[in-house]
């Protein structure tokens, strides 16, 4: 999941891999290819 975000934002990187829980669930927006929105849905 951080590798697929960190192509479309490098501040998605190892320090947001290494906060994120196990399991997450984030839901990404779109604008055409640009990533314009993450909400993580998990609690």
Same mark, same amino acid.
């Given at each position: 999941?951080? $590798?697929? $975000?960190?192509? *479309?934002? /490098?501040?998605?990187?190892? &320090? *947001? !891999? /290494?906060?994120? @829980?196990?399991?997450?669930?984030?839901? $990404?927006? *779109?604008?055409? @290819?640009? $990533?314009?929105?993450? @909400?993580? &849905? !998990? /609690?």
């Amino acid at each position: 999941m951080t $590798l697929i $975000l960190n192509c *479309f934002d /490098k501040s998605y990187n190892y &320090e *947001f !891999w /290494k906060s994120t @829980t196990m399991p997450d669930i984030y839901r $990404l927006e *779109f604008q055409g @290819t640009d $990533l314009i929105n993450v @909400t993580r &849905e !998990w /609690k």
